[in-house]
């Protein structure tokens, strides 16, 4: 079992920054493959970012490569998601999901969710 709690969202200007925090409960953590996906009023939740178990692979969405950062610290059972160059279409609400098999494909498959931090970008 895997509990997900995710912080750190809130309200910024386009152009902005925000890191978002997922803090992981579990023993298969460290194993586990990570992911952070986003899901806007009316639309379907979509992956965003993913990363293995040891932090050496990661993955984007064309949407957001190049101004956001997966990352993961497995001595705190944290992952984090840098956002940066922030535009009104990144607002959504974050969800950050694990999948303790640690499978090599990072844009699905998951079987844990976090509850959702809210993300809005103003114009």
């Known amino acids: 079992q895997v509990q997900l709690v995710e912080s750190g969202g809130g309200l910024v200007q386009a152009g902005g920054s925000l890191r978002l925090s997922c803090a992981a409960s579990g023993r298969s953590f460290s194993s586990s493959t990570m992911g952070w996906f986003r899901q806007a009023p009316g639309k379907e939740r979509d992956f965003v970012a993913g990363?293995?178990?040891?932090?050496?692979?990661?993955d984007y969405s064309d949407s957001v490569k190049g101004r956001f950062t997966i990352s993961r610290d497995n001595a705190k059972n944290m992952v984090y998601l840098q956002m940066n160059s922030l535009k009104p279409e990144d607002t959504a609400v974050y969800y950050c999901a694990a999948d303790p098999g640690g499978s090599y494909f990072l844009r699905g498959g998951y079987d844990y969710w976090g509850q959702g931090t809210q993300v809005t970008v103003s114009t």
């Open positions: 990363i293995n178990w040891s932090g050496g692979r990661t």
